[in-house]
């Protein structure tokens, strides 16, 4: 039994499907004389592939970033077109017999200690180059030589270092019932692929790519983070037990979709669904949320082979709108930068403190007509739905001048497309409040903006000042502790005296134990990922805003996060007991 972080709720079993890293573990097993021909062509078909790849992209960066953005692509083909380079691959299929991702990963092994023996700054970025064209390699690699899944029978476990946004793309089409990675933490891109897609998750268990393999039994529980591998019969059959209870809750909530979400004493709420694709849209419309209340739109970019033009953008949107409940979407700017990083941009700028540095807003100010493509293609996405409720979010906003320098993003987009002669309309423009220094300032932010989203997965690793996704302080970002409470009650109150339309979408808000908390904070929006809205319906039809009041009320005479947990844990137990599943 491993243990890890709890990052998706529910237990699923499974067959392990282990999606190896070059990085962290390379194909081993000599190739025999009969396959060397097969490998190397598959080395030259990834090589050509990744060639013509780099070219779009640079072609497409220019003109949509700028030239100097484009110019690492330049040099990204210098490094594949390298003779020396490809000649060792060649070498090591050919006499050392190895298979082409072993290969590279042996090239990189060579590079790394040439480059450490350097102190020049400039040659040690080009290491990251190397790298960069390696992983890019071994991306076509992996699709040239399409892991065949027909042998695995039932229902696949996906164990891998960290999902990442494109992997998860390819996941599409294969029935995964839960995932496990070896990094990660409860707000990283795994943990919020699978609760999008209500799978179970656990994260952080290191070294588990080496002990488990494809075809193992592996069973996930995402209640508690752990994980058991190839378990005796009596502990399999327990669990079996425990997947089945999860998947009659799931189906059981699901039926809840068509009722609306009012409390016990008849308040109407909404809950609406936080997506990243279409397929999230698809599952916030079945899930019965009644909109989408963010939509990251960087996992179009981080999805998309090269850039994503105005055009396209603007059709990726509207096949969300399309497939939204109700067309309402609100749709967040780009968010880079932290966690998640563009090849295109900065991706050669170290930052010490990437959470504190360029991130969000902050880029797209430095690339102002990248930025303004993304408004155009929204304000003309919005145009198409006159009937829907479309509405832009600014991420990260930190002070008035940001907000008023957004604004005016805004009114040159529009400006545009009327140069263009095409028809916009004004919609609503809202910001996320995710750190400290906009909470504090709320009263006069308002005055900006027509409503307010709380992103309170950055707004507590912010308040904290602990990186969410360090395993080693992250354990004071806690939803429960009293300073999170204190900070969102206070710009909850601000908004609802204002008169101004405030939602949280941190994850918090389809957690049973915080939402109860929000509702008690007088909070009626709330948006999570798709599948949690039913639970969340569930559990508000069972409380009165009174009753919510009260629990707030004992709730924030705790001192420590340990008791307020402890007290949330007991409230879910006596009103919805069959929930705690769902919980964590
Ligand atoms: C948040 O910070 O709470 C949020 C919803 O944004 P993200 O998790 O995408 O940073
Ligand atoms: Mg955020």
Redesign the pocket.
Known sequence: MRRGIAVSPGVAIGTAYVIHDIFVNPETKRLEDSEITAELASYETARDRASAELRTLEKKVESQVGRNEASIFAIHQQILRDPAFTNKIRAWICEDRMAADAALHRLLGEYTQLFAKTQDEYLKERLNDVRDVIIRLCGHLVSTNQADLSHLSGPLIVVTNDLLPSQAVALGNIEVAGIVTQVGSQ?GHAA?IARSRGIPAVAGIKGVMRTVKTGDTIVVDGRDGHVEVNPPAETLSAFRKLEREFVDLKDKLAENRDHPAVTACGTSLHLHA?INGVTDAKAATAMGATGVG?F?TEYLYLTHQDVPDEDEQFQAYCQIIENSPQNHVTI?TL?IG?DKALSYLGKDYHEANPFMGWRSIRISFSHPEFFNTQLRAILRAAAEFPNGNVRIMF?MVTTFEEIRKLRGFVRKAHKDLAARKIKTRDIPVGM?L?VPAAAITIESLLSQVDFVS??????IQYLMAADRDNPKVNYLCQPLSPAVLRILAQVIDACNRARKPITV???MAGQPKTFLLLLGMGLRRFSMSPAFVPSIKQIAGQVSINEAEQILKSAMNFRETAQVTRFMARQIEQLAPSLAMLDI
């Open positions: 707000t919020i936080n963010l990251r967040r968010d932290g991420p996320m995710e709380v992103g309170s997965n950055d707004l979408c941190g994850e």
